[in-house]
């Protein structure tokens, strides 16, 4: 059974930084991406970045040079770092393992995802 628990949301001031964890449970056999994504009130939920099992990754245009993922595949664990934060961040982040297995190029679409954590609120206040 596949199971995803975030981490480490909080609230934070503009400019401050946060880290997220996805630790994961069931992944082993397929290998598969992990995504993080965010819904924020009144909003669609949108990508923010994925990781491939090998360690490619893929950026929504809003976060990159700010938040960085990376996995730790011996600790079943995926992290988000989220840097320079803006108000424009506030939202659940919610990490997402892929359907299938991808060598080079993470997926960014919801679609692609099959299981989904519990989310973890981030706040970032001006």
């Known amino acids: 059974q596949v199971q995803l628990v975030e981490s480490g949301g909080g609230s934070v001031q503009a400019g401050g930084s946060l880290r997220l964890s996805c630790t994961t449970s069931?992944?082993?056999?397929?290998?598969?991406?992990v995504g993080w994504f965010r819904q924020a009130p009144g909003k669609e939920r949108e990508f923010v970045a994925s990781?491939?099992?090998?360690?490619?990754?893929n950026y929504a245009e809003s976060v990159k040079g700010r938040f960085t993922i990376s996995r730790d595949n011996a600790k079943n664990t995926v992290y988000l770092q989220m840097n320079s934060l803006t108000p424009e961040d506030t939202a659940v982040y919610y990490c997402?393992?892929?359907?299938?297995?991808?060598?080079?190029?993470?997926?960014?679409?919801?679609?692609?995802?099959?299981?989904w954590g519990q989310g973890t609120q981030v706040t970032v206040s001006s």
């Open positions: 069931g992944l082993t056999f397929s290998r598969p991406a």
């Open positions: 997402a393992a892929s359907r299938g297995y991808y060598t080079v190029s993470p997926p960014n679409r919801s679609a692609d995802f099959a299981s």
């Open positions: 990781i491939t099992w090998t360690g490619y990754t």
